[in-house]
């Protein structure tokens, strides 16, 4: 007869923490954010440790080649997606190694010819007001001027005039040439008083800009993730089809994480991809894997495939419905909580430490934190990525709304064979979607909602009277709350004026 769990199956939102003392020494400023990534022993270092406890997830949708540089300059990493070619997973693996911080391929370009009004409609996809103007409208093509939002007045100027009659053109534009150093650049910026430097190389074609903000961004980020020659740490999904081609590929590309990519992590296919990795590659990779809601998961993928870290969810993400369509699953704070007592018993009995990934279904920023105390290592988040500048998907305006695409590696736009192969039929379709097509609003500049997030971790971390994300779980005490108290923790009785629509 089948075993049924008395305890029901509960989500983040059904609790609060209770604060603990705050000391008069404590400050957010001096909270640690840093968390191990990779499995330890008693009295060793992790191999890697992310500088915050945030990592965006595998997903076409969210982790590209900008989130990846973005997230690793804040101390996080992005799982760049398994659902794409190997060649072209290397390719974007290789980019973000060969970032250099401060030199930017332009990503809004035009020719000279381009109508304002098509420009203006670019800015508005890639969010960034200066455009390169070069003779093929690449980002790499002849450079011949430069047109900022400073050029033209939307509402005064002739729209259908060519960019040309704009632009500041090449001989006007403050330049530096191939080889310039970040600081050298940055000095120039300084001395021209300009915001954007153009670097372009012996060809005259373009070859990147450097920003002021990057410059003011860059000594605002002092818990980038880098590796010991400087490069940014680069990250991966994989699947348990073709990993014996791929991971190699993308271990010449200089990947450092890995993770297994899977709905279902507790398999032999995991097991078997996980330990032909360790052997071919011994220490020299951090690969995680998942996932997993039970102890027994976390177990078998700690032990058997000598996982360096194993992520927890199913079915909770909030484009995934796995849990409608198969009925596997359990709330994401059931499955957190049992797995981290799963990993706390694992780490006395054996001495060694197995970091844990709470993954997916992470709507809003208590629930990170509750998460965070319930004693996940780190967080994988697809949305709240996706919806920030730095998600490959383009902008769409609905009704005066900024939205961005947002899509489950189980559904059939995605055509994620490898993740979900068993699932196709004949026609080349899934005979059943795992995850949905949707949209989400656009949120911003990933710094600036990150930097949020993290503002209200540290605060609360204060509040328990923890310096670190390990003493913030052993501290944490939290309560289960009512319906009616979730309510009170509301707004109440109270009108919220909208301030735009008032009367002097
Ligand atoms: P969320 O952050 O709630 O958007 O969830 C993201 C997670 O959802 C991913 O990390 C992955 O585990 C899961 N996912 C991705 N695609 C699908 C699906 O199509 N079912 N699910």
Redesign the pocket.
Known sequence: MAKVISDVSRTFSEYLLLPGLTKRTASPAKVSLCTPISRYGTGETPRLSLNIPFVS???QAVSGVDMATALARKGGAAFIFASQSIDDQAAMVRAVKKYKAGFVLSDTNATPDTPLSAVLEKIAQTGHSTVAVTDDGSATGRFLGIVTDKDYWVKEDDLSRPVSAYMTPVENVYLAHSGVSLHEANCLLRKYRKDCLPVINAEGHLDSLVFRKDFIEHTDNPLELIDSEKRLIAAAGINTHDYKERVPALVAAGVDVLTIDS?DGYSEYQRDCALWIREKYGDSLVVGGG?VVSADGFRYLAEEAQLDFV?V?IG???????REQKGIGRGQASAVLEVAAARDEYYEKTGVYVPICS?????NDTQIIIATAMGADFV?????F?MTDESPTEKLSIRGQRYKA??????NR?RNWQRYSDEKNSSGKMKF????DAYVPASGPLSEVLDVTLAKLRSTMCNVGADSLKDFSQKAVLTRISEQSFVEGGTSNVVQLDQTHSEG
Do not use: F
């Open positions: 997830a595998s997903m709905s996932n992520k969810g909770g993400g909030s484009i995934c419905i796995t993954d997916g279904g992470l709507s994988m988040m697809g949305r709240y996706a947002y899509w489950g590696e189980g559904s995605a979607e795992e995850g949905v």
